[in-house]
């Protein structure tokens, strides 16, 4: 099925960390700062699965144009396609699947080391997640299996990047990317086991504990039921990404590539009925940012006229790389002064400045904030940052499968109580990893549209894919439809 694949499984040992991860934290991803705690694992829930069989494949796709953000470009991705066999209590099995771009110039960032280097790190990183993965032999809810797990993943990165002698080490973000697909394989698992979507498990009937043990207190007898719908939203705006080297308009076009699909950001707006816009700006050139955003927003503007549309909204996505908060405040009065019209159409604004909040906590956001919602997403690796980013103004969150279907139901919640903005992004996601993308957005109330870029950058990736889910993958009017998204497991049919 898939072009250079890998298939790596084997029947899990009945030894190994048994008593390890019996004792592992029960905070999600160490979310909140908190004494350890135990999981309750002699106590498990009829509902409960245990694991199986974990096997992966890699999936090499190329880009159809190169893809140009936070000053890097990349044009070909590496599909981690994740299955795995699951049972219950009372015997029935299950089969799941994930599937999440290793996109290794996002997750691992590197000005030393190569595409080809940190991408390999993430297959060795992989394969150990597999092996840790399959290992795990407790009765346990998906969310509590990854929690049980994290920490391994992390320490396993750890020792990939020691033994691979690295001279940057295996980021958190890169784990979580790594473990994303295998997460995501439980949760589908899990459902197809009860037959019922995923979302419809997230509850007392299911879940052996509330969200107070992963979030605080605050959250006593709350289940993310409370938080999430049980049947996903009809239909959802697609947010259309545009590249820092994109073509805007026709006339801009260098060489045509002759398939059938857009090659400018004009042709897209008509080809796909446009009307949500995620600009992808430099960060560290304010002229050519500006520029940039006035010549988008003329040509949006002229395109949607053609076709009498009058309402379109932008977000505008730094990829961290402004210097400053003062950066983004004068690029934002620099633009309402020039078009006061283009800066009215900014929905939010995605992490302007450096990842690491710990280390940057000189650049708050309460000013940019009161101007418009900012999100963080490349920070976004935990509860504990999420709660930082909340203390340096930050207002909202930037939720993405690929750092786990157990981080994004949580956090999720976490968000919603606090009224925080939220939207749904991918990472150039094709195939099944966008339909677990969209089903989270679906199932989210104050998500309204949702991010899909592998349509313009990667169409080779989902070759196969707009059969099974034309709603998703056959956009004409702007928006996905997404009411069907209710089939068991995370609704993907594995391959």
């Not at 694949?5 to 899990?12: A, F, L, T």
């Not at 805007?248 to 949500?276: A, C, F, Q």
Request: aromatic content about 8%; charged content about 25%; proline content about 5%.
């Amino acid at each position: 099925m898939a072009s250079n694949s890998v298939r790596q499984g084997e029947k899990r040992s009945r030894a190994g960390r048994r008593a390890f991860l019996a004792s592992c934290s029960s905070g999600l991803f160490a979310l909140a700062s908190r004494p350890v705690r135990a999981m309750n694992i002699t106590t498990p829930k009829p509902t409960d699965i245990r694991v199986d069989e974990v096997s992966i494949e890699y999936q090499e796709v190329p880009y159809r144009t190169p893809y140009k953000f936070g000053g890097r470009e990349i044009d070909r991705v590496t599909l981690l396609n994740v299955h795995c066999v699951v049972h219950t209590a009372s015997g029935r099995t299950a089969r799941g699947f994930g599937s999440m771009p290793l996109v290794s110039a996002w997750a691992f960032p590197s000005h030393t080391m190569s595409f080809d280097i940190t991408l390999n790190a993430m297959k060795a990183h992989a394969e150990r997640i597999r092996k840790i993965t399959a290992d795990y032999h407790e009765a346990a809810h998906p969310i509590d299996i990854n929690v049980a797990l994290e920490p391994e993943y992390l320490h396993a990165a750890e020792q990939v990047s020691q033994e691979l002698s690295l001279p940057e080490p295996i980021p958190k973000m890169c784990t979580l990317v790594t473990a994303s697909a295998f997460d995501a394989a439980l949760h589908d698992a899990f459902g197809k086991a009860h037959g019922v979507s995923s979302y419809h498990t997230y509850n007392r009937d299911f879940m052996r504990y509330d969200l107070s043990h992963y979030l605080g207190a605050e959250f006593r007898d709350e289940y993310p039921d409370r938080y999430l719908l049980q049947d996903p939203k009809p239909s959802l705006a697609l947010y259309h990404s545009v590249g820092e080297s994109d073509p805007i308009k026709d006339s801009e076009v260098k060489e045509w590539i002759r398939d059938g699909l857009p090659m400018s950001l004009h042709g897209w707006i008509n080809y796909n009925g446009l009307t949500h816009i995620k600009i992808k700006l430099a960060g560290n050139n304010l002229a050519w940012d500006l520029d940039r955003i006035l010549s988008i927003d003329q040509t949006t503007r002229e395109t949607e006229a053609e076709r009498g549309v009058t309402d379109w909204v932008y977000s505008l996505d730094f990829n961290e790389q402004c210097p400053n908060v003062a950066y983004l405040l004068d690029f934002l009065r620099r633009l309402k002064e020039k078009s006061p019209s283009g800066y009215e159409k900014i929905q939010y604004v995605e992490q302007p400045t450096k990842r690491d909040l710990d280390k940057d906590r000189g650049n708050v956001m309460f000013e940019a904030a009161k101007l418009r919602p900012v999100v963080i997403d490349e920070s976004l690796t935990g509860l504990d940052m999420l709660k930082l980013a909340r203390a340096m103004g930050y207002s909202g969150a930037a939720l993405k499968t690929c750092k786990g279907q157990t981080q994004s139901v949580l956090l999720a919640c976490y968000c919603q109580r606090e009224k925080m903005f939220m939207c749904v992004q991918d990472l150039t996601c094709p195939g099944a990893s966008l339909v677990h993308s969209v089903g989270l957005a679906a199932h989210v109330p104050a998500v309204s549209a949702v991010e899909s870029n592998a349509r313009h950058f990667v169409p080779a990736g989902n070759l196969g894919w707009e059969s099974k889910f034309p709603g998703i993958f056959t956009i004409k009017d702007g928006t996905m439809r997404t009411g069907d998204l209710t089939k068991p497991g995370l609704g993907v049919v594995e391959p």
